[in-house]
């Protein structure tokens, strides 16, 4: 499985002092709120579960599983709600956990459907951000690290629903994902 990657792009150490850091900021951002984390599934996965162990300020959790139609490649911005979230978000502080945000239609779609739920307030959190990437404008509030146009799998990203597992964050070999 380790064959498969071309390169480290972000440590273990790297993903897990920036994520100490991002929540400094989210804590004081949400000091006197009480906060809801909203994962997105699957990709949000450990960033989502190391997130919430960092953050020492009251807390719930939500996920929300959606699929986008079309390939990785072909983005429509058609969303599709495999699994809403368990519990009604109105009134409350509502802080969407992403994985990674690159053409911005997901979120976008997401935003626009969560803001007609009327929560208190609502912010995103990405662990990566590919603002070269972008179609639709969004806000990423919170931000792990940024990254060009590159392919990237490993600590909750797949390619063809592998390679989650990684510890790290890797591009994979040209004859393994060409793109
Ligand atoms: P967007 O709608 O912003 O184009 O795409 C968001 C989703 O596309 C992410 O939640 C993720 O599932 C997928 N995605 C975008 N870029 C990458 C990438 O570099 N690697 C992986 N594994 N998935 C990505």
Do not use: W
Request: aromatic letters at 8%.
């Amino acid at each position: 499985m380790f064959n498969d990657v071309e390169e480290v792009v972000f440590s273990e150490t790297q993903i897990q002092e920036r994520i100490k850091n991002l929540c400094e900021e989210i804590a004081a951002a949400y000091e006197k709120k009480s906060l809801l984390l909203v994962g997105i599934l699957k990709g949000c996965l450990f960033f989502m579960a190391d997130l919430m162990r960092s953050l020492n300020i009251p807390l719930a959790i939500d996920f929300i599983s959606i699929s986008s139609y079309g390939s990785s490649t072909e983005k429509t911005g058609a969303v599709k709600i495999l699994k809403d979230l368990d519990t009604p978000i109105q009134d409350k502080h509502v802080l969407i956990v992403e994985d990674i945000v690159d053409t911005g239609l997901t979120l976008g779609y997401l935003l626009r459907n969560l803001r007609e739920r009327a929560p208190a307030s609502l912010q995103v959190c990405s662990l990566l951000d590919k603002p070269d990437c972008r179609i639709v404008q969004v806000p990423v509030n919170f931000k792990g690290f940024e990254l060009g146009k590159k392919f990237v799998v490993g600590y909750g990203l797949d390619y063809q629903g592998k390679y989650r597992h990684l510890p790290f964050i890797a591009s994979l070999k040209k004859e393994i994902c060409p793109f």
